[in-house]
């Protein structure tokens, strides 16, 4: 066979030979990229950490034929990790050894940690394109884990506020539920149209429950008992020490206490129990066919009285103490007579002490100029009006205190 011949049947062979060689290299190269793709997807359809580290292990043996592969975490604020060793979150240096590959991970800017392989099967020793692959899983690595960890620290957040919901609709089935237990220590119903008397009062606690009380009740056929107060806290501890207050008041007023010893008598109960609050006061006891009216007061707001010609009057008590404060204090009684017509009105400084936008208070000039207005007006007419004039002074402004007001009329 001649030379020439023989040259070329040898390029020719060399040529298939590398074709073959480099065909089986893209091949390779393909599967790896195929293979590299397929885990970047994986790493990103799980949701936790956990998941995402148990497989890191089946990954580095896919994609390097490693033996073993670990992460080494950076410690977040308020999130330790159990599986892994701690780093420096300024850990951003790998490293290329023949047994050992070590990569850094970071994802938005924020440095997640190391991912290692270690003991390449079969004794084979890391190559370069090894280190390149492994840096190339690293990146959606550290995304994935990085999206799980806000994953979980929203799942976390969901879950507190589920459950911040969930108490938060308790206390308010609660507080609603202490509401009506509260309301059912006034009256309900006012008394008939045929009573030589007309009392009406009203409660608007600036929470669910409050501190301010009222109540009225027939002594006797000839007198009638009538009171209105104002805790010094508010919510439910308030409404505690106030129906303790209205229990106390209604167990032990009869016809043969004035006003003042009644309250004497609750007072010191009050103190022995310690409820470290206190309650202002004012009750008294009329006689529905005289007219005249036995005061005592504990420490609370001025009344008045509102003539049927509109003249305002007030009435100035001698000043006791509120109950709770402290025992054996002597209680004063005074003696008042209203005229027919004549409207006597008790109020909480809920509404003197009213505010609007411009912090202005309600203030009691301003309550006895719209009294003085009230000529004619029933007990009930006369408190409507007055809320009404409250709420469009405050213009919106929220209701800061409870508000409490009973009107007594001598028919």
């Known amino acids: 066979m001649p030379l020439f011949y023989i040259i070329i049947g040898a390029a020719g062979l060399g040529a298939a030979s590398y074709l073959y ?18 885990w970047n997807t994986k ?34 604020t308020g999130n330790e990790h159990s599986d892994s060793s701690v780093l420096n979150s300024n850990v951003s240096v790998g490293s290329f050894k023949a047994d050992k590959l070590t990569v850094p991970m970071s994802a938005r800017g924020r440095s997640i940690g190391m991912l290692e392989a270690t003991a390449k099967s ?11 692959m492994l840096t190339k899983f690293a990146g959606p690595l550290a995304l994935a884990l ?51 008397f007309d009392v009406c009062a009203l409660l608007k606690s600036a929470k669910e429950v409050g501190g301010d009380f009222y109540n009225f009740f027939k002594i006797d056929e000839d007198h009638l008992f009538f009171t209105l107060g104002d805790v010094s806290d508010k919510g439910i501890p ?79 008590l001698p000043k006791g103490i509120p109950l709770g404060s402290f025992p054996e204090f002597t209680y004063h009684d005074q003696r008042i007579v209203l005229d027919r017509g004549d409207r006597f009105v008790l109020y ?10 411009l912090q202005e208070q309600y203030s009691t000039n301003r309550l006895q100029q719209f009294l003085s207005q009230t000529s004619g007006y029933s007990s009930a007419e006369i408190i409507d009006a007055l809320l009404m004039d409250v709420f469009m002074f405050a213009d919106g402004a929220p209701q800061s205190d409870d508000i409490a007001v009973l009107c007594l009329m001598r028919r």
């Not at 167990?251 to 006003?259: D, R, V």
């Not at 009329?286 to 509102?306: A, K, R």
């Not at 509109?310 to 100035?316: A, D, N």
């Open 122 to 132: 079969g004794s084979l020793v890391f190559k370069e394109a090894d280190y390149e």
């Open 43 to 76: 790493v990103h359809s799980f949701l936790h950490e956990p998941e995402l580290l148990d497989s890191v292990n089946t990954a580095a043996n896919q994609l390097l034929f490693a033996d073993e592969a670990a992460v080494a975490l950076v410690q977040q």
């Open 146 to 196: 990085d999206t799980a960890r806000q994953f979980e620290a929203l799942e976390e957040s969901v879950s507190e506020l589920q459950h911040a919901t969930a108490l938060k609709d308790r206390l308010e089935n609660e507080l609603q539920i202490a509401g009506s237990i509260q309301l059912s220590f006034l009256p309900t119903t006012m008394p008939s149209a045929n009573e030589p």
């Open 348 to 357: 909480t400084d809920g509404i003197t002490e009213a505010e609007n936008a």
């Open 238 to 316: 308030a409404a505690l020490f106030m129906a303790m207050t209205l229990s106390l008041i209604k167990g032990k007023m009869n016809s043969n206490l004035t006003p003042g010893e009644l309250l004497e008598k609750v007072n010191d109960e009050l103190c022995t129990d310690n409820a470290q609050l206190f309650a202002t006061i004012v009750c008294g006891v009329l006689n529905i066919v005289t007219g005249e009216v036995v005061l005592s007061d504990g420490g609370h707001c001025t009344p008045y009285i509102v003539k049927e010609d509109g003249t305002v009057i007030p009435i100035k």
């Open 21 to 38: 060689v480099r065909n089986r290299q893209l091949v390779k190269k393909l599967k790896h990229a195929e293979l590299l793709l397929d």
